[in-house]
């Protein structure tokens, strides 16, 4: 009984040190994101900057244009102005044009698809990511990633950062983070709602089944039918 004991919390203990040796091959401090899923301008900017900054590398296949449209409140002919490039179609999944073959070369790595991303790295890794990168000459754009380490991505926002005060850019950022925080998650939109509605709901449920039962044992406690004591 005691060897088992002692091999199972043996067991335990090298888990735990396994884990923080895991935890400390990752040890980057992310900066606090602090997007709000429910501030619906933030959204439809960081999804303008999106399809202007980014999409022409990286697709969010999972999502179409006139999802984007409906949820975000973003007419026909702004999505077609602002934020369409090519002749896709606006019930289109967002795929990037970048060819099969050829970023491999380019950047080293292809550009992955961002549909997920959100939710596979979380808001403040995307945040904290798109503001590390540093001048480094060794790498092929000279910038390097202080989260993503010898990303093969270019520092696609240097000119807001060079150009915008330091809390626009952190805003732009921010808002290129929320939106593709609602893009790996759309239902958040709405589940958020809907739950406060079915508590709201039941609670409203809750008061009527106690009326009721009131009512039903007013009879058996007092009435009628009570038992002979
Ligand atoms: C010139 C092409 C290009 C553009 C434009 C571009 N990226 Fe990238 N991005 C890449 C490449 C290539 C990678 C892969 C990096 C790697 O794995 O080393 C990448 C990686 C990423 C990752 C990391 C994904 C992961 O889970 O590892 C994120 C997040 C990202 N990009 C966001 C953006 C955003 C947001 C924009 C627009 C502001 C953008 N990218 C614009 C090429 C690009």
Redesign the pocket.
Known sequence: MNTRLNTTLSAMAALLISFNVGASGTDIHLEAANTDITDQASLQRGATS?MN??S???SIEFMRYNRIAKDLNISKEDMLNNLMFNSEKIGSPIVSSMPEKG?KDW?G????D?SL?GR??GTDW?YT??KSFYADDTRPYGVNNHV?KN????D??WQSKRDKSAEAFDQEVRD?TNF?DYVSEPAQLIRYRIGVNVLGFLFVLFILSYLLKQAYWQDVKYGKWRAKD
């Open positions: 999106f900054n980014c022409g590398c990286h970023p950047f790595n292809m550009p992955p961002l991303t596979a790295r995307i990511y798109l993503l990303a093969a991505m270019p696609i926002l290129i593709l």
